[in-house]
């Protein structure tokens, strides 16, 4: 069965930078076919898509309210996820999921993705 695990968000004040992870395991073979996203769910929000990655690398997505300041990676040698937070907002503040989906259609809609982690919060104070 495969499982996302994200790692990384804490409590920061505006301006600062984090850095989330997600290690896929369990059956998630040939994790180079796989598109990922990083979302985010704030309290009494829907979740949004923040940024999508191919599986050779290329960046297909990234929200308008974090271009710029967000970064989207992958490594799929150690079937890994990130996501570079920096000059972090309090309006960043959310739950942030790592999501999976095989194929190479990348987009950034919550019912396209078939794997979900169980977040990691990222808070950020003003």
Not at 29 to 48: D, H, I, L
Not at 50 to 75: C, E, H, M, Q, Y
Not at 113 to 125: C, D, M
């Amino acid at each position: 069965q495969v499982q996302l695990v994200e790692s990384g968000g804490g409590s920061v004040q505006a301006g600062g930078s984090l850095r989330l992870s997600c290690a896929s395991s369990g059956g998630m073979y040939a994790y180079v076919s796989y598109c990922m996203a990083w979302f985010r769910q704030a309290p009494g929000k829907e979740r949004e898509g923040v940024a999508t990655v191919l599986p050779n690398g290329k960046i297909p997505f990234v929200a308008d309210s974090v271009k710029g300041r967000f970064t989207i990676s992958r490594d799929n040698a150690e079937n890994a996820l990130y996501l570079q937070m920096n000059n972090l907002k309090p309006e960043d503040t959310a739950m942030y999921y790592c999501a999976a989906r095989r194929g190479a259609i990348c987009g950034s809609s919550v019912p396209l993705y078939t794997y979900w982690g169980q977040g990691t919060q990222v808070t950020v104070s003003s």
